[in-house]
């Protein structure tokens, strides 16, 4: 049946759970092929299914659109069921699981005794019926809720596709468990023959002596690509990427300290959008840190082998990250690297042997056994980088730890001291004493 669009009411919980966005298309359709499916409403002309639709006649200026008049037991759930296949964002999700764990909880209660009935066993099996309902895990519903609870913040990231759940979750029981750590005054330090960790910030070390160490490799929090905590003054926290640059720069001040003139710093660190335009962040810090007296060797171009799918259809997938090498003087230590080369019938090959001792890498066999590795790295090139130079490992650990390996190679000796300013998940400090070098890391959080 047709109804004047003038008589249709819309739900009023639906616009505080749906927002009616993106309806350009919907219009075009409806212009070109007409209302393929009636709206649904009650009774009482009330919407229950179709409130894009009805938008989008409005719009075009009909004056009656094709209705199909249902009664329902329960309503909310009827108006969440019907827009099931919906494209739905995360937070129009977790309006979805608050109405209908609301409804549901209350058509438990009212079906089964009250006594003895446990409150979590009532949400337990409200959460199934939604799980159902929503066609996603409980365990997502679960997550979902708890990011909200937490931090909604994350939740507008991931409907901007910034985070997933899965990755906006992390974040959260990251942040959890600072909270449990940081309600300890006492800064933790981990500390072994070789290994050492201090649990707080590395912009003051005054735990390591002028000139200590040989080689800093880290990648500090990229600006605004996640909540990296609640609290102000957290790296990557920043309003703007210029109050980031300058502090990430001023950071490293007492990284210049504790580096010895022979040491190098290899720092990674990516770009970010922010309306659109790509804010040159990596070069702008690196130009910052040349005017503290860092010398810039090399910008490294780091291939990544799996980078994050990227769902913008109007540039391409960022697939790449900068490495860049400084140094505090021209004295700094450094081991030529050799990379393949082409064979005859152009295939490549791995150069000489994995066991090589590096002592007889001399110039003598410069051009026989290889070339001076680029400043391109894609995980074969790094592998068989790695595989020249490694005299004790026949199978070097697995990308991208390898990134890690080839700086410790290059620029330290046995025993030599690593540090890691931004410890993260420790893989600098693992990998450095994987091949026999000490190690301190710092970092604010505990991964």
């Given at each position: 049946?047709?109804?004047?669009?003038?008589d249709?009411?819309?739900?009023?919980?639906?616009?505080k759970?749906?927002?009616?966005?993106?309806?350009?298309?919907?219009?075009?359709?409806?212009?070109?092929n007409?209302?393929l499916?009636?709206?649904?409403v009650?009774k009482?002309?009330?919407?229950?299914?179709g409130?894009r639709r009805?938008?989008?006649?409005?719009?075009l200026?009909?004056?009656q659109?094709?209705?199909?008049?249902?009664?329902?037991?329960?309503e909310?759930?009827a108006?969440?069921?019907?827009?099931?296949?919906?494209?739905?964002?995360?937070?129009?999700?977790?309006?979805?699981?608050?109405?209908?764990?609301?409804?549901y909880s209350?058509?438990?209660k009212?079906?089964?005794?009250?006594k003895?009935?446990?409150?979590?066993?009532?949400?337990?099996?409200?959460?199934?019926?939604?799980?159902d309902?929503?066609?996603i895990s409980?365990?997502?519903?679960?997550?979902?809720?708890?990011i909200?609870?937490?931090?909604?913040?994350?939740?507008?990231?991931?409907?901007?596709g910034?985070?997933?759940i899965g990755?906006?979750?992390?974040?959260i029981?990251?942040m959890?468990?600072?909270?449990?750590?940081?309600?300890?005054?006492?800064?933790?330090?981990?500390?072994?023959n070789?290994?050492?960790?201090?649990?707080k910030?590395?912009?003051?070390?005054?735990?390591?002596?002028?000139?200590?160490?040989?080689l800093?490799?880290?990648?500090?929090?990229?600006?605004?690509?996640?909540?990296?905590?609640?609290?102000?003054?957290?790296l990557?926290?920043?309003?703007?990427?210029?109050?980031?640059?300058?502090?990430?720069i001023?950071?490293f001040?007492?990284?210049?300290r504790?580096?010895?003139?022979?040491?190098?710093?290899?720092?990674n660190i990516?770009?970010t959008?922010?309306?659109?335009?790509?804010?040159?962040?990596?070069h702008?810090?690196?130009?910052g840190?040349?005017?503290?007296?860092?010398?810039?060797?090399?910008?490294i171009?780091?291939?990544?082998?799996?980078p994050?799918?990227?769902?913008?259809?109007?540039?391409?997938t960022?697939?790449?990250?900068?490495?860049?090498?400084?140094?505090k003087?021209?004295?700094?230590?450094?081991?030529?690297?050799?990379?393949?080369l082409?064979?005859e019938?152009?295939?490549?090959?791995?150069?000489?042997?994995?066991?090589?001792?590096?002592?007889?890498?001399t110039?003598t066999f410069?051009?026989?056994?290889?070339k001076?590795?680029?400043?391109?790295?894609d995980?074969?090139?790094?592998?068989?980088?790695?595989?020249?130079?490694?005299t004790?490992?026949?199978?070097?650990?697995?990308f991208p730890?390898e990134?890690v390996?080839l700086?410790?190679?290059?620029?330290t000796k046995?025993n030599?001291?690593?540090?890691?300013?931004f410890?993260?998940?420790?893989?600098?400090g693992?990998?450095?004493?994987q091949?026999?070098?000490?190690?301190?890391g710092?970092d604010?959080?505990?991964?």
């Amino acid at each position: 049946m047709k109804l004047y669009i003038k008589d249709i009411k819309p739900h009023p919980i639906n616009s505080k759970i749906y927002t009616n966005t993106n309806i350009e298309d919907l219009e075009i359709s409806i212009e070109e092929n007409g209302l393929l499916e009636p709206i649904v409403v009650n009774k009482s002309n009330v919407i229950i299914s179709g409130h894009r639709r009805l938008q989008s006649c409005k719009n075009l200026g009909l004056k009656q659109i094709d209705v199909r008049v249902k009664d329902f037991d329960d309503e909310l759930i009827a108006l969440v069921e019907l827009n099931r296949y919906r494209s739905k964002t995360a937070t129009e999700l977790i309006n979805e699981i608050l109405i209908l764990e609301d409804e549901y909880s209350k058509k438990i209660k009212r079906g089964r005794p009250k006594k003895g009935v446990l409150q979590n066993t009532i949400k337990g099996k409200s959460r199934d019926l939604i799980s159902d309902e929503l066609n996603i895990s409980s365990s997502q519903i679960g997550k979902l809720l708890v990011i909200q609870k937490e931090d909604d913040s994350l939740i507008t990231l991931i409907d901007e596709g910034v985070l997933t759940i899965g990755q906006a979750y992390i974040q959260i029981s990251r942040m959890r468990k600072e909270r449990e750590i940081r309600s300890n005054k006492e800064i933790t330090i981990l500390s072994t023959n070789n290994h050492r960790f201090h649990h707080k910030s590395s912009s003051d070390m005054f735990e390591l002596e002028d000139s200590e160490v040989q080689l800093v490799f880290t990648s500090p929090p990229y600006w605004n690509k996640r909540k990296y905590s609640n609290e102000e003054g957290w790296l990557g926290n920043e309003n703007t990427p210029e109050e980031y640059i300058n502090n990430i720069i001023n950071h490293f001040n007492d990284t210049h300290r504790v580096l010895n003139d022979k040491g190098s710093f290899f720092l990674n660190i990516g770009d970010t959008f922010k309306d659109g335009n790509l804010q040159n962040i990596p070069h702008r810090v690196v130009i910052g840190l040349q005017e503290r007296g860092w010398l810039l060797r090399n910008t490294i171009i780091w291939s990544k082998n799996n980078p994050k799918p990227s769902s913008s259809k109007t540039n391409l997938t960022p697939s790449y990250e900068f490495i860049f090498h400084l140094t505090k003087s021209m004295k700094y230590y450094y081991e030529h690297t050799l990379t393949k080369l082409k064979t005859e019938n152009h295939k490549y090959s791995y150069v000489g042997d994995r066991n090589i001792d590096i002592r007889l890498k001399t110039n003598t066999f410069l051009k026989r056994d290889g070339k001076n590795m680029g400043d391109f790295w894609d995980d074969e090139i790094v592998k068989t980088s790695v595989g020249n130079q490694n005299t004790n490992i026949k199978h070097p650990a697995m990308f991208p730890d390898e990134i890690v390996i080839l700086p410790i190679l290059q620029t330290t000796k046995p025993n030599d001291l690593v540090l890691d300013t931004f410890h993260g998940s420790g893989t600098t400090g693992r990998v450095s004493n994987q091949y026999g070098r000490r190690y301190v890391g710092y970092d604010l959080k505990v991964y």
